[in-house]
T-cell receptor, first 113, second 112 residues
Framework: DGGITQSPKYLFRKEGQNVTLSCEQNLNHDAMYWYRQDPGQGLRLIYYSQIVNDFQKGDIAEGYSVSREKKESFPLTVTSAQKNPTAFYLC????????????FGSGTRLTVV | QQQVKQSPQSLIVQKGGISIINCAYENTAFDYFPWYQQFPGKGPALLIAIRPDVSEKKEGRFTISFNKSAKQFSLHIMDSQPGDSATYFCAASIDSWGKLQFGAGTQVVVTP
């Protein structure tokens, strides 16, 4: 079955550490996105990529980095520069253009300990 | 600046009642309006979507009403069930652009 796989489901990070969240899709989608969701809040765009080897900052990119070396993969690194990283992180993909919406992964909950 | 404004932030409805969530937008270039449903601890899932050339779209108990002149669209959940308790997001995009703009979300609680 086609879909988006995010791993791990839960992640704990010590202060000052970088952590990488994995996102893999087998939908042959061109575009991929990372969102952050805080309790009771909406979806805030961190980074997005519409083509391999290219990505754009979203609304809250500070303290995060991404890469897009393969069409299927769009990992997100939460760096130590992100002051408040505890949140629910969602990866999504789409065809890139056209009225087809997004397919979301099941999310990674990151907690700083 | 939020391009899609969603209200209410939360609502409580009795089983069998109607849940209504409203969204408004400013960018008249938007031409695709989906709604997403999210259960706790899960990613959002596409529920129903509409294009601006249609004023209403119904899928089961879920209906989107679209008012192009007012730049507003709404989701109606008929005969609400406890299993409908979730957070609902409206969104909008431009075909040639693809990137969705999301509303802030509405938490719906359906009481037995």
């Amino acid at each position: 079955d086609g879909g988006i796989t995010q791993s791990p489901k839960y992640l704990f990070r010590k202060e000052g550490q970088n952590v990488t969240l994995s996102c893999e899709q087998n939908l042959n989608h061109d575009a991929m996105y990372w969102y952050r969701q805080d309790p009771g809040q909406g979806l805030r765009l961190i980074y997005y990529s519409q083509i391999v080897n290219d990505f754009q900052k979203g609304d809250i990119a500070e303290g995060y980095s991404v890469s897009r070396e393969k069409k299927e993969s769009f990992p997100l690194t939460v760096t130590s520069a992100q002051k408040n990283p505890t949140a629910f992180y969602l990866c999504a993909s789409s065809t890139g253009v056209g009225p087809y919406g997004y397919t979301f992964g099941s999310g990674t909950r990151l907690t700083v300990v | 600046q939020q391009q899609v404004k969603q209200s209410p932030q939360s609502l409580i409805v009795q089983k069998g009642g109607i849940s209504i969530i409203n969204c408004a937008y400013e960018n008249t270039a938007f031409d695709y309006f989906p709604w997403y449903q999210q259960f706790p601890g899960k990613g959002p899932a596409l529920l129903i979507a509409i294009r601006p050339d249609v004023s209403e779209k119904k899928e089961g108990r879920f209906t989107i009403s679209f008012n192009k002149s007012a730049k507003q669209f709404s989701l109606h959940i008929m005969d609400s069930q406890p299993g409908d308790s979730a957070t609902y997001f409206c969104a909008a995009s431009i075909d040639s652009w693809g990137k969705l703009q999301f509303g802030a979300g509405t938490q719906v609680v359906v009481t037995p």
